[in-house]
């Protein structure tokens, strides 16, 4: 994957022994006729200042859609994070910030870096928690999410990281069966009763 790089398609082609280009070529010739083909480009950068009004509205669709399955826990129409404390993060290498960027930014992931060390317990690990994801509602089914987990997986091989975790809320059946299409298995669940007060 080309992740990071700014590739014109045709220019990645390049890259692919004479069979496989055959392939590509078809493909392309079908995104020409579309007029796609050189104008599709993968950029995953770290986000910056520059990004963050886009990432707000982004982080507003993501919390329309865990008030929508859980309204008795998430309020409407506002974020987890206001811009200041978005900025904050930016500089923070702990908790880096992802984004999609084609021209605009289409998605994002919040990332969050954490070792255990001498633990009495448990054994040393370090584990990078995706603290959310997020795939624009217009760029959805254009694999800018794949694009970006695979992006997050691969930082997290790079810092030397054991594993990948993050939480799925119950009744978000596409987050979950998006994480599941990239390999995730539950690692424990997070029960709960609600009581009549």
Same mark, same amino acid.
């Given at each position: 994957m080309f992740c990071g790089r700014d590739l014109p398609f045709s220019r990645l082609l390049s890259f692919f022994p004479t069979k496989m280009r055959d392939i590509n070529g078809m493909i392309c010739n079908f995104a020409k006729k579309y007029e $796609?083909?050189?104008?599709? %480009? $993968? @950029?995953? @950068?770290?986000?910056? @200042?520059?990004?963050?009004? @886009? $990432?707000?509205?982004?982080?507003?669709? %993501?919390?329309?859609v865990h008030h929508t399955i859980r309204p008795d826990l998430f309020k409407p129409h506002t974020t987890k994070y206001d811009e200041q404390e978005l900025e904050s993060m930016l500089n923070d290498d702990c908790s880096p910030i992802f984004v999609y960027d084609d021209g605009d930014v289409r998605g994002y992931a919040f990332c969050q870096v954490s070792e255990v060390k001498d633990h009495q317990l448990l054994q040393d690990i370090k584990t990078l928690y995706v603290d959310d994801i997020c795939v624009d509602e217009c760029a959805r089914g254009q694999h800018v999410g794949r694009a970006l987990f695979e992006y997050v997986r691969d930082y997290a091989r790079q810092i030397g990281c054991r594993s990948i975790t993050l939480n799925v809320w119950e009744g978000n059946e596409a987050a979950l069966n998006f994480y599941r299409r990239m390999g995730m298995q539950v690692q424990k669940t997070t029960m709960e009763t609600l009581l009549d007060n």
């Open positions: $796609i083909c050189d104008q599709l %480009v $993968i @950029r995953i @950068r770290k986000a910056n @200042r520059g990004d963050t009004k @886009r $990432i707000i509205g982004l982080l507003h669709q %993501v919390n329309m």
